[in-house]
């Protein structure tokens, strides 16, 4: 990996840690679903100034220009990475971010899985000893789950699971629309921002159509709610653009991004005084040494 990658990676994982708290803050005993929506507009709102601001309205009409088959594309990018949220903000909102955050950190090891499949990036002895620690620190975390009532197959851990699955498909995806389809940095973040918003706003109008306002999940806006949004911006816009360098593996760029989860456990974790942190951050240490030899 190149310096130049190192450093975006670097920069787009510290901005991703504070992202992972803020989204804890902001969904807590909250509308997951109102949530989702409100970051989401905060999100393009912050991505269109960003955009307009650095190369004003001939970059913004540059990013918007696409292919009908390159939409397409991009589509399928909105559905994985919504399904991916929709999961992780339903979990987070009664499981402690230092067992979600972990449990999150793993994702470069199914990322690393899909890469040897779909990329050929073959690991060698290190790297499958790499796998191996990752896999021994999320069954310890799932171990620890359990203890304070968070089963494996209990709902709020299933859903950190699959939103971390989902979230490992689409950094694999990422991969193909920006290095073998081509497509700009700035378009697909532009077309993935709105198609949230869209995607969200569906499901928020549907929800208000089909369950009275009684039977609804009460809603608090929460300064944490816009800074979910733009936090998440400034992640991706720095991800996309390590992930577009020629020979960034994608498997090493996901481990080095997965390194917000330190600052995630460790903020968070005081910050919302989660329990039993010492256990945990030894299931964290097992993961990111392993992901640091996935990475060799």
Known sequence: ????????????????????????????????????????????????????????????????????????????????????????????????????????????????????????????????????????GYVLLAALGSREGFPWRGREMALVALGTLLGAASALYDKFLLAHAGLPPRTVQLHFSAGLVLLFGAVWLARRAAWPAAERSPFRWRWSIPLVGALLILSDALYFRAVAIPGADISLVSVFRRTSSVVSFLVGGLLFRDLALRQKSLALLLVLVGAVLAAL
Not at 4 to 33: I, M, P, Q, R, T
């Open 1 to 136: 990996m190149t310096p130049d990658a190192l450093l975006l990676v670097a920069l787009s994982a510290l901005s991703l840690g504070f992202y992972n708290v803020a989204c804890k803050h902001a969904v807590s005993e909250n509308s997951a679903v109102d949530v989702l929506l409100w970051s989401s507009v905060a999100g393009l709102v912050a991505f269109l100034a960003a955009a307009a601001a650095d190369g004003g309205a001939a970059g913004l009409a540059e990013a918007m220009r696409a292919t009908p088959s390159a939409r397409w594309m991009l589509a399928g990018k909105v559905a994985l990475v919504g399904s991916s949220w929709a999961a992780g903000y339903l979990a987070m909102r009664r499981l402690p971010i230092s067992l979600a955050a972990p449990v999150r950190a793993t994702a470069p090891l199914w990322t690393l899985l899909g890469a040897i499949a779909l990329y050929g990036e073959t690991p060698g002895p290190v790297r499958a000893l790499g796998m191996l620690l990752m896999v021994a």
